[in-house]
């Protein structure tokens, strides 16, 4: 029998690799990265911590538990790709400007005409000055 046979039985049953694997990896080399700079033994001490938390993850025949958590961090994953994309598209937007309302803190597109404006919010119907520079 092969070691790669070997192996694929081993595995059967197992997580593997996933999503919060690569997450913990990934922490873990920024923070090696980190530590070259910093020489700071917590640093060092986390990066194992993480390591080892990885490989636990990676072997453990725990499905479910292991499951969550990694619906857990796709979750959290999703929301920060969608926060980058709406920044994107907005750094991106070159007609419009991006003002939140004082009272009830919507952000408010609005056109992009340079000088002082008064608008009205259409979620509490407050008005308020906003001050566009291009």
């Known amino acids: 029998m092969r070691f790669h046979d070997r192996f694929m039985q081993f595995m059967s049953g197992r997580r593997g690799f996933d999503a919060t694997f690569h997450v913990l990896v990934l922490s873990a080399a920024v923070l ?39 619906n857990f961090v796709l979750e959290k994953c999703r929301f920060l790709a969608q926060k980058r994309e709406l920044y994107e598209r907005r750094r991106n937007d070159r007609c419009h400007v991006y003002k939140k309302c004082p009272s009830c803190k919507a952000i408010l597109r609005l056109p992009r005409r340079k000088g002082v404006h008064t608008t009205v919010c259409p979620k509490c119907g407050k008005e308020f000055k906003v001050k566009v520079r291009k």
């Open 32 to 70: 090696a990265a980190l530590n070259i700079l910093f020489r700071l033994r917590v640093l060092q001490l986390l990066v194992y911590l993480l390591i080892v938390f990885a490989l636990y993850r990676f072997f453990s025949k725990n499905l479910d538990r292991r499951e969550r958590e990694n």
